[in-house]
């Protein structure tokens, strides 16, 4: 019901756009958002978006990322320029049935499959 792409391999500084295609219904009143997890770490919100367009986004990529949705495609897009090695990692788009940006990624019930981000120095 959700299904990401975009990912690649860029040089540091470039600039990659994720894409998430979801099913009507998922979209519509969802919280949408775009999470990430790097080896060992924990999966953490990068950015997320309700369905009146309230954005959210964790520190390290503000100014950098732009989450953005087109209702009527049904897509939820991330735009990520100036990227940085750290910025690798599996990105996954997800969708919570809620009323605000949340960061738990337990309270999103839909998940999609996951698209890799890597970035090289």
């Known amino acids: 019901q959700l299904q990401a792409s975009g990912g690649g391999l860029v040089q540091a500084e470039g600039s990659l756009r994720l894409s998430c295609a979801a099913s009507g219904r998922i979209l519509s009143g969802y919280v949408m958002g775009w999470f990430r997890q790097a080896p060992g770490k924990q999966r953490e919100l990068v950015a997320g978006i309700t369905s009146s367009g309230d954005i959210k986004y964790a520190d390290s990529v503000e100014d950098r990322f732009t989450i953005s949705r087109n209702n009527a495609k049904n897509t939820v897009y991330l735009q990520m320029n100036s990227l940085k090695p750290e910025d690798t990692a599996v990105y996954y788009c997800?969708?919570?049935?809620?009323?605000?940006?949340?960061?738990?990624?337990?309270?999103?019930?839909?998940w999609g499959q996951g698209t890799q981000v890597t970035v090289s120095s």
């Open positions: 997800a969708a919570a049935r809620i009323n605000r940006v949340v960061v738990s990624s337990r309270l999103y019930e839909y």
